[in-house]
């Protein structure tokens, strides 16, 4: 079958990145995965009520008034790495803290580094939540509340599969460390900081990531490419304040009108983005990548029938998949001016703005939309308007190579957790720290998900699996022996 597999990816890459010999892995011990394995699904309903407990702390980064509830989860996270006999710290940063764990180190055992976050998305519209998102409730298998998939169930299986090692073993059979953030749904802005001067602590062979997700039910995946992003917010100025419409209309520059142009203009009719040199760093899909995700028969009218909507358009010549996973997109994430209120009003509004961001591919760089945005909307701002934007996070696109013995490690444990080998996929989403991991660490990142695309991130409804959750935490167990066969 012609599906994307490892082999595919490895021979698209550049002689020079690819491995002579993969490293041989030997057989894993197969007494103490049975004795591991029984430990967690002996253990499966206490895994389940610890998850809840770290679900009803709402952990909120965005929203400063919950900023001891982000300080309270990051508690929760240290305590129980503590409790499991590891050294621990929680790192104090100018933002929300950092949670940082070692387990005792073994000479000649490679290291992984697990990070993963414990703050969530704001949970509104609240009302259009079933049950209240920080009272997490059991329906159908799965956990509904804000962070069961993000990031709090996956960051979880990390943390109980070494449990399972220290409750039947007694230790874990590599290095591991922990770092589990408190800011990433608002950028990572601490832990950039925290990189760049302490690297050194932070040294491993590998990143560990689930924060991202399955192809679909009972398709598990590694994600290889994750898509970046420049996030703004343009503000325009018009008279200096709100005047009647029918008295200037026609005669003053109305900035909504003008925001609603400039906003129409940065995308035409194809799906192209404006921006001047837009696409002149954008790597392109290798035909081995589209040949793939064509073999993955993505089920096109299901992902519409998900989202309730009856048609859709994006950059011509992709299909779904390529649009989400491997093309730069553009979309306005808010927008406000004028009269909001019940019935109408009459009114020439002083000020308009919107927020908006790109996501980015492989190699476009937060910095060059910045520059190639103001150089598109400065010379179209018409008379009598002024503009204010402002820069928000920034991260460029990633694509983390499959070329490793550690991603063999990992398809391993996947199948001991899962059943089944995993696809190679990239998401549309973004994680901004990974390429910051693999740049000062120079260690292989592995994006193992656990989630699924209807688990509703960010959205209301937020749910995971009970399944894949003890899924997870299964692979995870192994993956520890898997990764311990590689010489550190
Ligand atoms: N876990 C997501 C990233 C993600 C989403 C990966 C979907 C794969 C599929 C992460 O928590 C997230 O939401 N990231 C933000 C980053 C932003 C706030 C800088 C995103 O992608 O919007
Ligand atoms: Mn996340
Ligand atoms: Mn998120």
Redesign the pocket.
Known sequence: MAVLDRQHYIESLPASKRLADATPLAVTDATSMSEIDDYLVSRHDDFEADLCELLRIPSISADSAHADDVRRAANWVHDHLQALGLTTELIETAGHPLVFAQSEQIPGKPTALVYG?YDV?PPDPLDEWVSPPFEPTVRDGNIYARGA???KG?MLTHIKSAEAWMKTVGQLPLNVKYLIEGE?????QSLGTFLTEHAARLACDCVVIS???QFGPGRPAI?YG??G?A?YELLLKGPQQDLHSGSFGGAITNPANVLARLLAEIVDGEGRVQLPGFYDAVVPLTPREREGYQAMAFDDEGFLAQVGVDGAIGESGYSTLERRWARPSYDINGLWSGYQGEGAKTVLPARAGAKF?F?LVPNQTPEQVTAALREFLEPRLPPGITMELKDF???PGVLVSLESPYIEAAASAIEHGFGTAPLYIR??????IVTSFAEHLGADVL?L?W?L?DDN??SPNEKFCLADFHRGTKASAQLWAELAKICG
């Open positions: 976050h998305q998939t993000d990031d996956q990433e749904e608002v950028g990572s924060d991202t997700c994600t994750l898509r992003i996030y961001s996501r996070h920034g991260s998401e549309g989403g973004s994680i901004p994006l998900g989630g695309s991130t960010h």
